[in-house]
């Protein structure tokens, strides 16, 4: 367990989507945000368990996955701006990050529509043969859309190289699990179509990176797609930089229960306290250094607006 | 039918969609076929039969019914190098996969700034309907036009049919091959060898002057026989077939009007907002100041009945766009002309139960 690299990836997760908030009200970033304040050590961890030639998709709350693997963080900071400097020069914006270089090649602002692109991704590596595996990384809400189900069948009946993540933070948007199925039993509905799952529900991320690690084992091994689901907690709104306890739907002490064991803090006391601050201070840096490259960076020329609707 | 295009040998629409399947399969490794009965013992109308024999369970593979996440496996073995052709035996399916089709696949190129691309084929069945019915029948090659991203292609002949689907296999876009059930046993020269044709390139069937007629998918085969009878009362009539509707050979159709001053586009569709509305649209734009005398024609505004006395009142036909031609050229006897029955051998000699 190399918990300096945990604590500088969580932490520059953690430090840019605190920028993001500070600096949402000054309208820099003029598109919706959906922070993972309280889940970034589930990227983390998985991405952690992967090689580096793996593929992941994501969903528009991916700002965490994005830097986990291994996304340019003057790039997205630049992307955020809508600048040319950003990976897609400023047409994907926050709900779309994604990089072909770091093997980041599917997000979507609709939910659970990456998950069959993850699955053909999948599909075509294995009729390659070429030993890479997919992650499908997607929220508890992802589950009520038949593209999950439908997804999960195909998987399995092909034997495809995938493994699944739902990121059960119990809300989507404001509708609670338990208002949107009979039981929340994701584990059980991957059984229904033989894909072995594991729960993780401590919140943290070793546990999340063992697990990821045994399920990455079977995926790889050819035994076909396997399931992971990580419980956490979505510290602020479902969109935008604010609280949003005070709207009544869910209680301030079942978030502060989740806040009390924050994993940043946590990973942050594994470490004696000179390779904190080394970290923390390497973490300032390299945000502070995207920072100026996304303010320097110019916006895209009009005459953009019409390049690569068609290949 | 006849064909301006060079030797070749007499095969119908469906052998010639499973000759330019074949050819390019054995050309690319990356091609692979998908979709609800492509390896059955029909194979689509004979348009998938045997690849799954000659290529294998990994190229030519059954599908669960499930057109939602099957469009997102092609897009994203697509997105991997891989160039998928999906096929759906009726085009009503595709409401299923609107979502995959117009979020993901015509936008991933953009989205990504060109460092990714989805070079799938999407093949899709459609009316005229011999008693399909509502939900087993219809044409939506117009809501794809819509979508910036898609390309949309409605071959008529066989010789159209190899060549755009092989066209649209080799090109880095998402296509939509529009193909109609009426089509598939219809003959035409097809050569041997594989061959592509230009993208947005529309074909003119027969020089006229009076008039201009362009005609979608399976109504061009009826406009061409409106074509002959409009003869008999010596209108000549110049009929277009617009092969590719995205993007669309607006040049050739505009600068068919400005000759003729007269344009009827007959559509395998609905009228409203549909691809007869974008034809003339386009046309109007292209001539500013010239005023072209225009109409079109489509299906009736319901849904497609089963009876087949009320889909015959339902569907344009030879006889209906003769009348109509007639009388957007104000004929002299446009008023009492009987063009007498336009038999169409393809409609009256099908049989089902597919």
């Given amino acids: ?242 609280s949003d306890v005070e709207l009544g739907y869910r209680s301030l002490a079942e978030l502060e229960s989740w806040q009390r064991r924050d994993e940043v803090a946590r990973v942050a006391g594994m470490l004696d306290e000179s390779s904190r601050r080394q970290i923390e201070r390497a973490v300032d840096d390299e945000l502070a250094d995207a920072l100026i490259f996304a303010h320097e960076s110019p916006f895209p020329d009009p005459t953009e607006v019409e390049r690569h609707v068609f290949a | 039918m006849s064909l301006p295009e060079g030797a070749g040998r007499s095969l119908n629409y469906a052998q010639a969609i499973l000759e330019g399947t074949r050819q390019e399969m054995e050309r690319d490794d990356n091609v692979f076929v998908m979709g609800l009965g492509v390896d059955d013992p029909k194979g689509l109308h004979g348009t998938t039969i045997g690849l799954n024999r000659l290529f294998g369970a990994d190229r030519c593979f059954d599908t669960p019914i499930a057109e939602d996440a099957m469009t997102g496996v092609a897009i994203g073995a697509a997105l991997n190098g891989m160039r998928p052709i999906h096929v759906h035996q009726r085009m009503d399916f595709l409401m299923l996969c609107m979502n995959q089709l117009v979020n993901v696949a015509a936008k991933q190129h953009y989205m990504f700034a060109g460092a990714l691309k989805v070079p799938m084929v999407v093949r899709a069945s459609i009316g005229r309907s011999w008693g399909q019915g509502a939900q087993h029948s219809q044409a939506f090659h117009s809501f794809f036009m819509h979508v910036p991203g898609l390309r949309v292609v409605c071959p008529t002949t066989a010789f159209d049919a190899k060549g755009a689907l092989i066209a649209a296999i080799r090109d880095d876009n998402p296509v939509m091959v529009v193909e109609h059930r009426m089509l598939y046993a219809l003959k035409g020269i097809v050569p041997l060898e594989p061959y592509a044709s230009v993208i947005g390139k529309a074909r003119i069937l027969r020089p006229g002057t009076d008039l201009t007629i362009v005609g979608v998918s399976h109504m061009l085969a009826e406009c061409l026989r409106a074509a002959n009878r409009l003869e008999d009362i010596g209108l000549s009539v110049e009929v277009i077939d617009p092969i590719w509707l995205a993007p669309l050979d607006i040049d050739t159709i505009a600068a068919s009007v400005a000759r003729t001053g007269r344009l009827l586009v007959v559509d395998n569709g609905w009228t409203n907002c549909g691809a007869s509305a974008e034809i003339i649209s386009q046309v109007l734009e292209w001539l500013p100041g010239a005023a072209p005398v225009v109409g079109r024609m489509g299906f009736l505004p319901t849904p497609c009945p089963t009876t087949r006395v009320l889909e015959e009142a339902f569907y344009p036909t030879g006889r209906t766009i003769a009348l109509r031609a007639a009388r957007l050229c104000g004929h002299g006897q446009a008023d009492t002309w009987d063009p007498g029955p336009v038999p169409a051998s393809e409609v009256t000699e099908f049989r089902g139960p597919f």
């Fill in chain 1, 1 to 242: 367990m190399d918990w300096e690299d945990f604590y500088f990836k969580i932490l520059r997760i953690r430090r840019t989507e605190e920028k993001i908030v500070q600096l949402y009200p000054t309208d820099v970033v003029k598109s919706p945000v959906h922070l993972s304040i309280g889940q970034e050590f589930i990227s983390v961890a998985i991405c952690a368990a992967l090689n580096v030639d793996d593929i992941a998709f994501g969903t528009y709350r991916s700002h965490a996955l994005f830097l986990a693997k291994g996304g340019d963080i003057r790039a997205m900071w630049a992307e955020l701006f809508g600048k040319v400097g950003g990976m897609a020069r400023g047409r994907a914006g926050s709900m779309h990050l994604g990089d072909p270089a770091v093997n980041m090649v599917g997000t979507s602002a609709i939910v659970a529509t990456s998950i069959p692109n993850a699955v053909g991704y999948a599909l075509a590596e294995k009729i390659r043969g070429s030993g890479r595996i997919v992650v499908a990384f997607f929220g508890d809400g992802a589950t009520d859309e038949g593209v999950f189900h439908e997804s999960l069948n195909f998987a399995s009946l092909k034997k495809l190289p995938i493994l699944f993540v739902c990121e059960n933070n119990s809300y989507a948007i404001y509708s609670h699990v338990h208002d949107r199925m009979p039981a929340a039993n994701f584990i059980e509905r991957a059984a229904g179509y033989l894909i072995p799952g594991t729960k993780v529900d401590d919140g943290t991320i070793d546990a999340v990176y063992f697990a990821a690690r045994d399920a990455i084992d079977r995926v790889r091994r050819g035994a076909g797609p396997a399931f992971l689901e990580c419980a956490c907690s979505r510290w602020l709104d479902h969109v935008g930089p604010g």
